[in-house]
């Protein structure tokens, strides 16, 4: 018999490919059973697994049942305490003791004192004492398998590392077995909503909001011209239709973005290497003519920006993140306080942070073509849904604040990501085939939350919804993060909806109702937002120009034509090298001209709902603590941290709100007393400076005191010998060094 | 922004309030509150329109440039003015203006620029000015200063050949050094009333008395009062109860100046203590003291909770080991049975003067970015950081979860010590975390038990190679700031009042740093001859105050000394770059919403007394004032 989901006694025939026979439970686990999704499936358990905890002052070693599901492992405690424990933030598919199969990141097994990597391919019928599990949200589970029996042992170590380490097919996702399981998820009606920008009308209502003036393509409806590109999308009016398929798709321009100058911005695949001459030449001619299209979207003015070459390749930033990662997967305190040493340069030689930094300065620097230039900008990069996407989106944030709301910066991530094309799929490594790997939506939301973090007023998200949307990524429950394009979710649905008989629909990260319930979903804001007040969007309105006035001024066109006769004649020449990326690489005088640029910009008075720039300099790049260091109970300030911070504004503007009610209510000559009594509801719980997700502690704790010191580690040379201020142990008048 | 009158003369203040030019910030706040009345105005839904608010900005321009001039200090006087100097502004280029000198500051200003361009520091600061180079082509010399507090100014200078003229340069040399030239330093020509006397703000018996002293273990003596136990100790000591002044002398006769144990803080609750000395003179016979032991024996004995003691030398215990050599050395668990001792592994005084030296070299003027964290891991100051917060948190751990006493010394009892105990005890005492408490604990374990400010800063002495300088209480400040860091609201002072007095630690406008003891101290009559730091700060209070401060006495603060929550301090090493915006929007936008809703409160007070009036109900307590509601609050 198959343990079932939760959805009553319906019996669904499971439809995934399993190694293992799933195994009835006996009648005493039975009821320790974790709450099972729907389509959620055991394949094996054991009992008792230890689960160790580093942190054992808390609690030490739980023990329990070890489940390896279709969806997760997860630790059920014998102890029915814990489950009892309100956390104030808590996600509804999986809780503190479950590791999602696609959000394992390494598994090590305890061999007899000896930590071993284990690998799908070393299957060895030898199965260790224990294992550590490394998990790609930065949680690390230690689990004994020690007193479970020999074969229940074997049977768990082999289904865990087979299900979360072995390649497998994209059917084999939980999302597929989740959504056969669940009803069609309603349509969300909430105003504003995300746009999803698989319609029409959303693309039309992002460029009618954004006043571009762009040429919508459905051509594309059924993937006939490529199936790297949506189905819809904009491009520059003067693209011609017979050049679209010309190189499946690569090198035509995609609208991103217009500014409310009238520039805008695109981005484009590279075209393929060629060595032959006249396949080059055409290429050439190709390119030109994609140019001299977006030139013409505005004033003729064009800037191509080749990311492959100027930023670290998918490589670089896959290695860089796997360095870095590893700091924080710690599982033992003598560890952490060695490692704290060489803190800093051993964050350095990960180079993650300079990789931000170089992501960060990239997009500054086509902000300023964009704002300070109006020049229309080409983004090309050689997949086109890599950097593409992060340069794109990053300088949407900054000059757009539309998408520093929640739902615009969701719709951000549709359009420029999920709709893009980016290949979350291989990116994200969900189906174990490392070659491919590599965190490029995760750097794009390290970058965002550079600026989060920098302006705080000016996001409506919170670090917390960027954390937890970084956690979504390694879920596997979402259509967002599961496909490498829009055609294959497109064509992966339609044969599901076949074989099921029913039109299935995979659930959307942006449904966080799913994961969080209302009180939860709070966390995702940010208390310190500042929304535009109505005087200031009127303000605004009447001071910018309309785009579309400037398109339509009558007599630009004479001097316009010559200044296009010369752009084209610079962009010949610059076309005279063998690769077409050559023509405009950013010179260094870049690097002085972005700094001018933020220079001019800070000089200016902030204002949130504008143009907003990072801060690129070494000591404003920081380290994401929350995310990274969220689980370190080392690390955890109780009772401070920038949270305390915000919770004091929150519960400010809360007071403040109370008493305009309050106003109004006397001005009503209501009841006065009506409803005060809720904020004194505040206990003085002493919460870790990573809520919501460290636990909170009450009463006492003990600090964290180091445990190695730096013995002969700082290398002070001889001052170190040099007596301090007891040179005058024996000759109390002070000794005057000699005058210079 | 609109501050005027005396208070707002002091040079560092005042330069910064109107100028706009980041380069000649004598203080960051400045950037903060232009940036937020920027803010204000930009974002705050009641503001003006845009055209008044641009009015406004040329207005205030104007009126900056009219204050371009320099503001005279009482008794403050014009020395020289020369007309042709070049600043070589590391950020924004050369500069030509004019440049004067008084007895107390350095002025330089270009009006050319806009907007003008002033530099306006107190010479105390300067701790060495040299000529850089011959006259070049130009008949240019070019001048460099080095100064205390993290920058180097360097202007060019033409050279009148012939004139008898003296270069301004060497009017510089003289006012900056008073000590070396025989002159008087400003601090006792500047006569400046306040409505405060800040010389009042510590009184030691008072002191003792909020901790609960005298009780029947501890007692006041007066031993000291002609400082002749100790010269470096203040006068009102809290000793043991049952040890008696006549062996106080010959307790001191075995600690390293005479510093002998005495207390620092008691626990109100478990009576546990923090006691500070100096290190016993073992030397390397290992000599023994029966007073010195009986007088430990008596500070375990004094609290009850416990039978042990812990003993924390800050040195690494290869320097302490060192030490008895010299006589010194550390005490022997055979002499003193019941206690424990422990190394801090803290470096010394030369070792500290070398990372401030190598953080300047990385931080003034530019960063290097591509290396820039292994760049300040390479000057080991947040590492010495990191190891004097761990040593006063494990000292904080002791006397709270331990509720045992607890003796701190290094060599000789002046330096790390008074690192140690007063952090320990901002901790476990939220009294010092407030404006006053603070200030007391400033006066008390560092001023009054005699860190040597004098010889560590070396106010007006020319001397800067002197080995006697170092950043100690530079650390501590720094020390502090970490903690209102990490605990945002445990703290009723703001990141302003830290650097403020770091800014008069060297300035040599007020008294409070001069001189190294009590004893000197009274000497030199500096509370009748000069006017305290405290005096300025406290007549001004609101602006060194945190918003958000919240009053949570009796919670211990155990900061996390993990190199993972430990950050340089920008806002005060790397304020002179333009280009390090202060990021605290948060406070101000907490300011408005404070104003907000005093305004709101105040309107619903108003209505309720009408709806009182008329229906004679009693109008419902709110809760409101911030100090009502815990800092921590469970969402």
């Not at chain 1, 059973?33 to 094996?44: A, D, K, M, R, Y």
Request: with cysteine.
């Amino acid at each position: 018999m198959f343990s079932l989901g939760s959805n009553g006694g319906k019996y669904t025939k499971p439809s995934f490919v399993s190694y293992v026979n799933p195994e009835k439970g006996n009648d005493a686990l039975q009821e320790k059973n974790p709450v099972f999704l729907p389509g959620e499936v055991v394949f094996c358990s054991a009992s008792p697994v230890l689960k160790c905890t580093h942190d054992d002052l808390l609690e030490g070693s739980i023990m329990g049942t070890l489940f390896c599901t279709n969806f997760r492992i997860s630790f059920v405690s014998d102890q029915v305490l814990l489950e009892d424990v309100v956390q104030p933030f808590r996600n509804r598919l999986y809780g503190e003791n479950d590791i999602p199969l696609t959000c394992v990141d390494q598994i090590y097994g305890d061999y007899d004192e000896k930590r071993k990597l284990i690998t799908n391919t070393q299957m060895k019928n030898k199965h260790p004492n224990g294992i550590i599990v490394h998990c790609k949200d930065l949680r690390v589970f230690q689990f004994s398998l020690k007193l479970a029996k020999e074969e229940a042992a074997k049977k768990i170590f082999q289904g865990i590392v087979r299900h979360s380490l072995e390649p497998k097919s994209l059917r084999c996702i939980f999302a597929f077995s989740y959504c056969e399981n669940i009803a069609g998820a309603p349509e969300t009606q909430n105003k504003p909503r995300t746009l999803m920008f698989e319609n029409i009308v959303d693309w039309m209502e992002e460029m009618k909001r954004t006043k571009g003036n762009c040429k919508l393509l459905e051509i594309n409806k059924d993937f006939t011209i490529s199936q790297k590109l949506p189905q819809f999308f904009f491009i520059p009016t003067n693209v011609l239709e017979k050049d679209l398929a010309a190189y499946q798709g690569k090198g035509v321009p995609i609208w991103c973005w217009s500014h409310h100058s009238g520039c805008a911005l695109f981005k484009t695949a590279s075209l393929p290497l060629v060595q032959e001459e006249s396949f080059l030449r055409a290429q050439k001619l190709y390119m030109e003519r994609m140019l001299n299209a977006v030139a013409h979207n505005y004033l003729y003015a064009v800037k191509a920006v080749d990311l492959s070459e100027t930023l670290p390749s998918i490589q670089d930033i896959q290695q860089s993140y796997s360095r870095f990662k590893q700091n924080f997967l710690i599982d033992n305190i003598g560890e952490f306080w060695i490692s704290d040493m060489k803190w800093f340069s051993t964050l350095e030689t990960t180079r993650w942070l300079s990789i931000i930094r170089q992501c960060l300065h990239k997009a500054v620097e086509v902000v300023e073509y964009l704002e300070k230039e109006n020049t229309n900008i080409l983004l090309i990069e050689d997949g086109g849904t890599d950097l593409s996407c992060v340069i794109s989106s990053l300088v949407q944030l900054m000059l757009d604040p539309h998408y520093r709301t929640l739902t615009g910066f969701q719709s951000l991530v549709q359009k420029e990501w999920v709709v893009g094309g980016h290949n979350f799929l291989e990116r994200c490594n969900h189906l174990n085939n490392k070659d491919k790997e590599s965190p490029v939506f995760l750097l794009f939301l390290e970058c965002v939350w550079q600026l989060l973090q920098q302006h705080s007023l000016a996001f409506q998200f919170s670090e917390t919804y960027l954390t937890v949307l970084s956690d979504s990524i390694s879920v596997a429950i979402f259509s967002t993060f599961i496909f490498s394009s829009p055609y294959q979710r497109v064509s992966s649905m339609k044969t599901e909806s076949q074989t099921h008989g029913s039109l299935l629909n995979i659930p959307s990260v942006w449904d966080w109702s799913l994961q969080f319930d209302c009180k939860s979903q709070e966390f995702l804001f940010n208390p310190l937002y500042r929304e535009k007040s109505k005087q200031e969007k009127t303000r605004n309105k009447n001071q910018r120009p309309k785009p579309i006035r400037q398109l339509s001024l009558p007599n630009a066109t004479p001097p316009k034509k010559y200044f296009f006769k010369e752009e084209t004649e610079s962009l010949r020449k610059m076309l005279r090298g063998t690769r077409i990326s050559r023509w405009m690489h950013l010179s260094d005088s870049a690097q002085a001209s972005v700094w001018e640029f933020y220079n001019a910009w800070q000089q200016k008075p902030l204002d949130y709902h504008g143009l907003l720039l990072p801060d690129l300099d070494g000591p404003a790049i920081r380290l994401w603590m929350q995310r990274y260091l969220r689980w370190i109970p080392e690390v955890q300030i109780f009772g401070g941290g920038d949270i305390t911070l915000v919770n004091k504004i929150t519960s400010l503007s809360q007071e403040l709100e109370e008493l305009r009610m309050e106003l109004e209510q006397q001005v009503r000559q209501a009841d006065p007393r009506c409803k005060s009594t809720e904020t004194v509801n505040k206990s003085t719980i002493r919460m870790s400076c990573f809520f919501p997700f460290a636990s909170c502690r009450s009463g006492s704790f003990k600090p964290a005191i180091p445990t190695s010191h730096c013995d002969g580690e700082m290398d002070m040379g001889h001052l170190a010998e040099r007596e301090d201020e007891d040179t005058e142990l024996t000759d109390n008048s002070v000794i005057r060094g000699c005058a210079d | 922004m609109e501050k005027s009158g005396s208070a707002d003369s002091l040079g560092s203040k005042r330069s910064s309030s109107r100028q706009p030019s980041v380069d000649s910030l004598t203080s960051t706040n400045t950037t903060r509150s232009d940036r937020s009345a920027h803010l204000r105005s930009a974002v705050s839904p009641d503001a003006a329109s845009a055209r008044t608010d641009l009015g406004a900005e040329v207005l205030k321009e104007s009126s900056r440039i009219a204050e371009g001039e320099l503001q005279l200090l009482p008794r403050e006087s014009v020395q020289d003015t020369a007309s042709d100097v070049t600043y070589i502004c590391p950020f924004l280029g050369a500069i030509r203006g004019s440049l004067t000198v008084t007895n107390y500051r350095l002025f330089f200003k270009c009006l050319d620029k806009d907007p003008a361009f002033v530099l306006d520091l107190p010479v105390g600061v300067i701790s060495r000015v040299e000529k850089i180079g011959a006259i070049s082509a130009q008949g240019e010399v070019s001048f460099g200063l080095v100064c205390k507090d993290i920058r180097n100014l360097r202007f060019a200078h033409r050279y009148q050949e012939g004139s008898l003229k003296k270069s301004i340069f060497e009017l510089v040399n003289k006012f900056a050094f008073p000590v070396s030239n025989a002159l008087r330093m400003f601090a006792f020509e500047y006569g400046q009333p306040f409505p405060e006397n800040g010389w009042k703000v510590y009184d030691p018996l008072a002191e003792y008395k909020r901790q609960g002293l005298p009780n029947e273990s501890w007692r006041i003596t007066k031993a000291n009062e002609h400082y002749d136990v100790c010269e470096t100790y203040p006068a009102t000591l809290v000793v043991p109860a049952n040890i008696p002044d006549e062996e106080l002398k010959r307790v001191a006769a075995f600690r390293a100046k005479g510093r002998i144990p005495v207390l620092s803080w008691i626990h109100p609750e478990t009576q546990a203590t923090v006691t500070r000395c100096s290190q016993p003179m073992v030397g390397v016979n290992g000599k023994r003291s029966k007073e010195d032991e009986k007088h430990l024996q008596a500070i375990m004995d004094a609290n009850a909770q416990s039978h042990k003691l812990f003993i924390f030398d800050a040195r690494p215990p290869v320097n302490a080991a060192a030490n008895k050599m010299k006589g010194g050395g550390f005490e022997s668990e055979d002499a003193y049975q019941n206690a424990e001792l422990v190394f801090l592994d803290i470096h010394n005084i030369h070792v500290m003067r070398e990372s401030l030296r190598k953080l300047k070299e990385v931080v003034y003027p530019n960063i290097e970015e591509s290396h820039w964290l292994s760049n300040l891991e390479s000057t080991h100051w947040l590492e010495h950081i990191k190891l004097i917060l761990a040593g006063a948190l494990r000292i904080a751990d002791k006397v709270e979860s331990g509720k045992t006493s607890v003796v701190v010394h290094c060599s000789d009892g002046w330096d790390r010590t008074a690192q140690l105990s007063s952090l320990a005890m901002l901790m476990l005492d939220g009294f010092y975390r407030t404006l006053r408490g603070f200030q007391v604990l400033v006066e008390k374990e560092w001023l009054s038990f005699g860190h040597r400010f004098q010889l560590r800063i070396g106010h007006g002495d020319r001397n800067h190679t002197d080995a006697d300088r170092s950043p100690v209480f530079l650390q501590f400040i720094d020390c502090v700031w970490q903690m209102t860091r990490q605990f945002p609201a445990a703290f009723e002072f703001n990141e302003f009042f830290l650097i403020t007095i770091l800014d008069h630690l060297y300035s040599c406008l007020f008294g409070t740093f001069l001189c190294n003891s009590e004893q000197q101290r009274l000497e030199e009559d500096l509370p009748k001859r000069t006017v305290s730091l405290w005096s300025y700060i406290n007549s001004q209070h609101e602006e060194f105050t945190n918003p958000l401060y919240v009053d949570y006495a009796n919670h211990v603060l155990y900061p996390v000394v993990s190199m993972r929550h430990l950050e340089l301090w920008v806002g005060y090493y790397i304020r002179w770059n333009p280009r390090m915006r202060p990021q605290e929007p948060l406070h101000q936008h907490y300011r408005e919403l404070l104003a907000k809703r005093a305004e709101l409160q105040r309107k619903v007070e108003e209505l309720q007394r009408e709806v009182a009036g008329r229906a004679a109900v009693a109008p419902p307590e709110k809760a409101g004032s911030p100090a009502g509601s815990p800092v921590q609050t469970c969402v």
